[in-house]
Each structure stands twice: as C-alpha cells, then as structure tokens.
C-alpha cells in the first residue's frame, strides 16, 4: 500500500474518531457515552498505531488532540453536561 493511501486510511480514522466524540459530548446517557468513548478509544488506539508503524508523523498533533480530548471527557465521567 502506498503512503498516500495509509495517510488517507489514517486520516479517515482519525475523522471517525472526532466524530465519536462530538457524538458522546452530545449524548445524554452516560452508558451510551462511555461506550462512544471506549469506540473511540480503540479507533484512536489503532489509528494512532498505523501512525507509528508506518511512520507518518504528519498526523503526531492530531492524535495527541484527539487523545487528550478523549481523556476530558473520560474524566468527566458520568456528569452531566451543560448546554
């Protein structure tokens, strides 16, 4: 597989990942945003290894974002969030 077609698979990974989390920001039940959050988790996990292993670091920010957007919201847990 050529680079620019893993760069693309990354990215679109990446996507999903931004996606699931915009998805369980907005979700009112704290079962159905802990499992967005655990989806994103292992989309982020996999994409970020795809990263590594073939060695595009051009997407080394956006993983870093994305992961620590994950860990906030992980953090606040079950708590409800405000409009």
């Known amino acids: ?3 620019q ?3 693309f698979l990354v990215q679109r990974d990446l996507a ?3 996606a699931t ?3 369980a920001e907005e979700h009112p039940d704290p079962d ?3 499992n967005l959050l655990h989806r994103a988790q292992m989309r982020l996990q996999s994409a970020k290894q795809a990263a590594e292993k073939h060695q595009i670091s051009d997407l080394q ?3 870093l ?3 620590q957007r994950l860990e906030n ?8 969030l405000t409009p």
């Open 1 to 3: 597989m050529h680079n």
């Open 5 to 7: 077609e893993l760069l």
């Open 16 to 18: 999903g990942v931004k």
């Open 21 to 23: 989390l915009d998805l």
């Open 32 to 34: 159905g945003r802990s």
């Open 61 to 63: 920010g956006e993983v």
């Open 65 to 67: 974002e994305l992961h």
């Open 73 to 80: 919201l992980q953090a606040a847990g079950t708590c409800t």
